[in-house]
């Protein structure tokens, strides 16, 4: 379906790669992985047209229509459930063309068209974009909210369910799980096992690489080698091919010292001389060989903490929030000086609520925070990212963080984090995402904390600066929280899971794939579960009991007649639906537009359009519906 041969991409003057020749065949999941700037965006932005090879041909079948996701962020007056079916462009076409036939008088066109809206799913097109994008973390009051509202990142979530909507057989995704949550990328995994369809996917996460794809396009030192299997299989290849490498290198050298070795002792000799100086042909024939270097840009590791307290944070009875709105209540819990500890639960669950709070950033609504007087805590999120001073380059951000500190010693400490020889004199606004991530971590590093939080660390990082974080988590002699969507951190460096859930904090008792499961369970119980809300009453208390006993029932009270109208308005959307069914097949019948039938045409579409507002109707009647019940069960 998509070729490349003898392609060769230059940027700036510099080769990215050459030669590159493969075939991806229709149907097929291929990865696209290699280090930072090895041309990993140059290759897809030659794919999608907008970059011209500077060698060879590339070539695509006819009639294979593209979708990738759009780096603008979206404006304008629409609302974020518009934005996203508008990636359905099949659909909107055939509505226009729709409404320019109805206009026109053009029955038959008009009526041929209604079969082809239908066809392509445009009557569930609707309901398509919002399971995405519950999916992928919104929740139903969302849906219909202006794009002006969400935040950067939501934005870009906005644009990756406007691509997964598209109907095109060629998908295009360049880091889809970076601002993701974990919920949303195992829901984003399975989705993309599921879809029909081809699938070209960078990522630097390896568990979502080695569920995913197929097989493993891999640039590397300007050469693009097409491996069959997933991100595991590539790296047993790698490793096969450079012991034989090494292997050969090894035999090489061998060889061609006993050549020297010969040629020293003989080529005085006479008698030795002719084969001597054959041997030294021999010689001047071999080829170079390399030895294998493999070795990562990255060398940092955590100092072992001055102090250890134990424990080292304690919260009694807390309840945290904003303003007036409870997110975490009773959460009780208390952090040893070996604990490592993972965070689990949906997007809004309190999961970077519970973080602040235990850095002291989120004063508590009651409670108590206690804290070992030698505390000293590490703590990364995005927003430190985010701020990072502008008018400064990295050594003088890690000096003015350490003001004692000499250029030399700033840059060879830099130099570990990949900011090797001028990159270190790079000002901060200039940086990437990930070097600026790499620089928040070095200055993180350089604090030689007790207690790390860390709030999706691996934001923007490229596979060997992850593992080289995980190598340096795995040798912390600290305590560590953290939250992170990247499952071979979690699975590398913390010991247990703790859940955040329904305004509670509680201990996991099963593993990641246990998680994955439950998700998949409470999402499938969600519109049918009454959650009991965060309360205020002790449960060891009788007359407490009773209080919460009366709450739930006025609360069942109240939910019953929003919970009957949403079944109710799934049974009108499914009768509409069902009465448009059978016109549609009625309007189906070649004889009807024979002229003998003109008036009974006439009648049959007015009856279509008719039904099509009713169930249009119905099925924002259902939306609103299932907003109400929401808004209510979350208040």
């Known amino acids: 379906m998509l070729s490349f041969t003898d392609v060769a991409c230059r940027r700036d003057g510099k080769l990215l790669f050459h030669n590159a020749d493969f075939v991806i065949h229709r149907g097929r999941r291929v990865g696209l992985g290699g280090a930072n700037g090895a041309g990993k965006s140059s290759l897809l932005a030659m794919i999608l047209g907008e970059l011209e090879p500077d060698e060879g041909v590339i070539s695509l079948q006819q009639q294979v229509g593209m979708t990738h996701v759009a780096q603008e962020m979206p404006t304008g007056d629409a609302v974020a459930i518009e934005h996203v079916m508008a990636g359905d462009q099949r659909i909107a076409a055939i509505a226009a063309a729709i409404s320019e036939s109805e206009a026109s008088g053009d029955n038959e066109r008009y009526a041929n068209l209604l079969a082809d809206y239908e066809a392509h799913g445009g009557y569930s097109l609707k309901s398509r974009a919002a399971s995405i994008m519950l999916g992928l973390g919104f929740s139903m009051s969302e849906l219909e909210r202006p794009l002006s509202s969400f935040s950067g990142g939501w934005q870009m979530r906005l644009n990756l369910a406007r691509a997964l909507v598209s109907p095109n057989e060629l998908l295009l995704l360049d880091e889809p799980t970076n601002h993701l949550d974990l919920d949303a990328v195992i829901w984003l995994e399975q989705w993309l096992l599921q879809r029909e369809g081809t699938l070209l996917l960078i990522s630097h996460d390896r568990e979502f690489l080695d569920t995913v794809v197929h097989s493993m396009l891999f640039i590397e030192k300007g050469t693009v080698h097409l491996v069959s299997g997933n991100y595991s299989a590539l790296e047993a290849w790698r490793a096969a091919r450079d012991a034989n490498q090494q292997a050969l290198h090894e035999k090489a050298e061998k060889r061609r010292a006993e050549l020297q070795s010969f040629v020293d ?11 001597a100086q054959s041997r030294l042909k021999m010689l001047e024939r071999m080829g170079e060989t390399s030895a ?56 809004g669950a309190g999961k970077s609520t519970l973080i602040k709070t235990l850095t002291g950033d989120l004063a508590p609504l009651n409670g108590t925070r206690t804290p070992a007087r030698q505390l000293k805590i590490g703590y990364f999120a995005q927003h430190q990212v985010d701020n990072l001073p502008t008018g400064s380059d990295a050594v003088g951000v890690l000096q003015a963080s350490e003001p004692s500190l000499s250029e030399r010693d700033a840059r060879n400490y830099l130099g570990g984090f990949g900011f090797g020889g001028e990159r270190a004199l790079q000002m901060v606004d200039t940086l990437s995402g990930g070097e600026r991530a790499r620089l928040a971590l070095a200055l993180i590093v350089r604090q030689k904390p007790n207690l790390l939080l860390l709030d999706e660390p691996t934001n923007h990082l490229d596979i060997e600066m992850r593992q080289a974080l995980v190598d340096a988590l795995e040798g912390f002699e600290g305590a560590l929280v953290v939250i992170s969507h990247d499952r071979t951190l979690l699975r590398s460096v913390v010991d247990e899971l703790w859940l955040v859930a329904e305004g509670r904090v509680a201990p996991f008792n099963d593993d990641l794939d246990g998680y994955a499961k439950w998700i998949v369970d409470s999402r499938r119980k969600a519109a049918l579960v009454d959650e009991v809300p965060v309360g205020e009453a002790s449960d060891g208390d009788a007359s407490a009991g009773k209080a919460r006993k009366r709450l739930e029932a006025e609360r069942r009270a109240r939910l019953a007649p929003l919970k009957k109208a949403v079944e109710t308005t799934e049974r009108a959307l499914q009768q509409h639906t069902d009465a448009l069914d059978t016109i549609r097949s009625e309007l189906a019948d070649e004889a009807l537009y024979n002229e003998e039938n003109r008036d009974r045409l006439a009648a049959l579409l007015a009856s279509e359009a008719a039904a099509r507002q009713r169930q249009s109707a119905a099925e924002e009647a259902l939306l609103e519906a299932m907003m109400a019940l929401e808004e209510a069960q979350s208040a």
Do not use: M, W
Not at 317 to 325: E, V
């Open 265 to 275: 002792r003989f080529r005085a000799k006479a008698t030795k001389a002719r084969q």
């Open 292 to 347: 294998v270097r493999v070795e990562s840009p990255f060398r940092f590791g955590f100092a072992t903490p001055e102090h250890l307290p134990n424990p080292l944070l304690v919260l009694d009875s807390i309840r945290a929030g904003y303003d007036d709105k409870v997110v975490l209540d009773k959460v009780a819990c208390s952090i040893g000086s070996g604990d490592r500890i993972g965070l689990l639960g949906v997007n």
